[in-house]
């Protein structure tokens, strides 16, 4: 069983949506990703949390360490928000380490 | 400022055979991690470098090995190839090792393997 579980795999959405994209794990941690995808394989890190919120533009991420639980939200979503989020943790024993969640494929269309 | 750059982007390659990819990362960035994607597998983390030390390594054969020189460039090479070699490598690099450090990820290297 994968250490991190990210929900739903694919989501598709229409613009203006109001998008949320999960993620569970099972090992305590000393802090966790959300990173950006896109087609051709380029990743862009868009938040490191180890607790409470953060936001940038139109993105908001949430950790609640005692549930083991962060989510991403996209406000007002638009299509060049099309891309693979990917959740990711850095266990408290694992020096540098990060452990991947699968992804979420998200699609918004016009 | 100049991103990560990683060399080269695209190779075919034979199993059986050795091969080297190269990550340069950004200016001042003395840390380097090196992942591979797969479809199946999603993004597994291979191993980090810091002033030309090994510092984590993730399980994966000892085909798969790698270095940093004293200007942080990195390379990682994989020995005997196989089929199921065939990913995404990115490298990413970061300013200093360790907890609560932002990466910066290259383009990636896009291996396939016959």
């Known amino acids: 069983k994968n250490e991190v579980e990210q929900s739903p795999q694919n989501l598709t959405a229409q613009e203006g949506e109001f998008i949320t994209i999960n993620c569970s794990y099972s090992?305590?941690?000393?802090?966790l990703h959300w990173l950006q995808q896109h087609p051709g394989g380029g990743i862009v890190s868009l938040f490191m949390?180890?607790?409470g919120k953060k936001k940038h533009g139109r993105l908001i991420a949430t950790i609640n360490i005692q549930e083991k639980h962060s989510s991403l939200h996209i406000t007002a979503s638009h299509p060049r928000d099309s891309a693979v989020y990917i959740c990711?943790?850095?266990?408290?024993?694992?020096?540098?380490?990060?452990?991947f969640g699968k992804g979420t494929s998200l699609l918004v269309t016009p | 400022k100049a991103g990560v750059t990683q060399t080269p982007r695209y190779l075919i390659k034979t199993r059986g055979q050795q091969v080297t990819l190269s990550c340069s990362p950004i200016?001042?960035?003395?840390?380097v991690s090196w992942y591979q994607q797969t479809p199946g597998q999603g993004l597994q983390f291979l191993f980090e470098?810091?002033?030309?030390?090994?510092?984590n390594k993730g399980n994966f054969p000892g085909r798969f090995s790698g270095r940093q020189f004293s200007n942080s460039r990195s390379e990682m090479n994989v020995s005997t190839l196989e089929l199921g070699d065939s990913a995404l490598y990115l490298c990413?690099?970061?300013?200093?090792?360790?907890?609560?450090?932002?990466?910066?990820f290259g383009p990636g290297t896009r291996l396939l393997v016959l």
């Open positions: 990413a690099s970061s300013l200093l090792p360790g907890q609560g450090r932002t990466q910066y």
């Open positions: 090992v305590g941690i000393s802090a």
């Open positions: 949390l180890s607790s």
């Open positions: 990711a943790v850095r266990p408290s024993n694992s020096g540098y380490a990060l452990n």
């Open positions: 200016s001042g960035h003395r840390s």
């Open positions: 470098y810091f002033s030309e030390t090994q510092r």
